[in-house]
């Protein structure tokens, strides 16, 4: 499955920036999608996932409440809406694919090639 993911931008802290991931290649519904985020200088890290057969979503304690993700299967997109946005969270926005639901929070098999967001204070 390849992924193609964009959004990014400048935007100031407070506001508001909604991510898109398209994917194309093997069929998108048997995935579950995560999106992940490295800051300057630091590790790459889990942001969010959905399980799609649970309907769940997960997310990093330090987005809980500010960022939603959501996926729809017709358009073969997933998306993180992240809001309250903070200098912290500048990074670059990466979605990812996995067929397991643990997989897909830890190591996906499957990367995008990432979309940069910068948070000004």
């Known amino acids: 499955v390849q992924l193609q993911a964009s959004g990014g931008g400048l935007v100031q802290a407070g506001g508001s920036v909604r991510l898109s991931c398209a994917a194309s290649?093997?069929?998108?519904?048997?995935?579950?999608m995560g999106w992940f985020r490295q800051a300057p200088g630091k590790e790459r890290e889990f942001v969010a996932a959905i399980n799609k057969i649970a309907g769940t979503t997960y997310y990093a304690d330090s987005v809980k409440g500010r960022f939603t993700m959501s996926y729809d299967n017709a358009k073969n997109a997933v998306y993180l809406q992240m809001s309250t946005l903070k200098p912290e969270d500048t990074a670059i926005y990466y979605c990812?694919?996995?067929?397991?639901?643990?997989?897909?929070?830890?190591?996906?098999?499957?990367w995008g090639q990432g979309t940069l967001v910068t948070v000004s204070s």
């Open positions: 990812a694919a996995a067929s397991g639901a643990l997989t897909v929070t830890t190591t996906p098999r499957y």
């Open positions: 290649g093997r069929t998108f519904s048997m995935y579950n």
